[in-house]
């Protein structure tokens, strides 16, 4: 089911053509190439020695590398970007690991009347293909590196996203490698179009996560109800973007100021975070980092040719900043849209041990929840790279029902990450507490979860925290609930269709329906 290459970008006539001559390759611990393709993984603290690593081409090689792994018994995982937080694929009990990261096709398909980006690909790649080609781009990720296998399915947020929806919302169809209940492997592709038999697998698809129904060889893009020629098939990307950024330096930041600022910025974004404010195109991220690390800072970003876009940019941080009391040191720029999205990303400074949780933010935190941050912010149990990202969030996202999509997360403001980053195995214990109990303490009001309740919206799968699953949720709420609220009934139906074997499984997946 490749698309064809036409257009601007015009290339080889399908993915399949482009790599016909080159078959699986498979690769064993005793190959050189072994521990670079087992040491994929975002996160250093999981790792794997699966029997083979298949390095695949085309759907027909996944289709063949399944079969086999089912037929032998074996378990089998796949990695696209590599990018999961825990220990989905880096797992001792992997024996088999697919790697489609060859499969990187990006093209239009004509006969989808959509954009065919094979899983493989990076956000980066994605990006650059669509822009260059046709002057459009997707409401995906900042990461660049990511892979767009399981971003997609996990429904996907970014910089664009308050402009545009998820990139889930853009997806028309996609191609899975599944396993039927006698064993067999097969591709079968599913569409937007409510008429399509196999319609309930794209559904799973815009927010159910991956590695839950099958593999994901292919994607297809497409906005709903776009139509015409390929540039009208998705949002166009802005010409320029208008940048700030911004530090307040933590030895002149008081409690009392840090209070203010973190409280502006979410009273902000209760204001301003309805579909068609004049703020749609704004993003911005919030550095809350530990003491050690210097500064609180802000990334902020606006469509550079809205008229007023120096001005707006202005008003947002003079909201930000009333009443702190400290200066911030503030740098504004200008930069074409695709240097500035390929060079967005968060360096870890080469530290590749991770602990990571998430919330999906109804209303702003309280003054005592504000205080419980600043509390950790200065823990010296920290001595790593530490703290929370808080992202603009709402906007067009907010204006597709929850059941529309897999992804039920339709009403919050603002996006939390809490992570935490080291190099050495000896602090894992350490930095892994310093994590769950500050995300404890900070939702102790829910149980020290985001449960689902007029502040909180529970928490994002393309985030996964395995921890949500385990006793220290003391919320009283599962951590199906946590991720797809009312929808996890019907992706369980979906998971008992198209995987009734569960040969695609891991920690958070998708428990059939009996």
Known sequence: ??????????????????????????????????????????????TAKPESVHLVHTTGQVVSAVTEAVRSGKRVVVRSGGHCFENFVDDPSAQILIDISEMNEICFDPRHQAFAVEAGAT????????????????????????GVGGHIAGGGFGPMSRRDGLISDHLYAVEVVVVDQSGRAKAVVATRNPADPNHDLWWAHTGGGGGNFGIVTRYWLRSPNAVGDPSALLPKAPGTLLRANVAWPWQELTEQAFTRLVRNHGTWHARNSADGSPYASLWSQLTLSHRSLGAVALIAQLDGALPDAGQMMTRYIAALTDGVGVTPQIQQFTQPWMKATLGNGFDTQ??????????????????????????????PRMTGLGGVFVYSYGGRINTVPPAQTAMPHRDSILKAWLTAF??????????SAWTRDFYRDLYADAGGVPAPNAKYDGAGINFPDTDLATQLNTSGVPWQTLYYKDNYRRLQRIKARWDPRDVFHHALSIRAAR
């Open 350 to 379: 080469g530290l590749d041990r991770t602990k990571s949780k998430d919330a999906f933010l109804r209303a702003a935190w309280s003054d005592a929840q504000i205080a419980t941050v600043y509390q950790y912010l200065g823990d």
């Open 1 to 46: 089911m490749a698309g064809l290459a036409v257009g601007p970008m015009a290339g080889p006539a399908s993915a399949e053509d482009a790599t016909e001559a080159l078959g699986m390759i498979s690769v064993g611990p005793g190959d050189t190439r072994y521990q670079d393709l087992i040491s994929r993984g975002y996160n250093a603290r999981f």
């Open 123 to 146: 956000l980066a790649s994605m990006y650059r293909t669509l822009y260059l080609g046709w002057g459009v781009t997707v409401p995906g990720g900042e990461c660049p590196k990511i």
């Open 422 to 431: 080291w190099a050495s195995p000896e602090e894992d214990e350490k930095l």
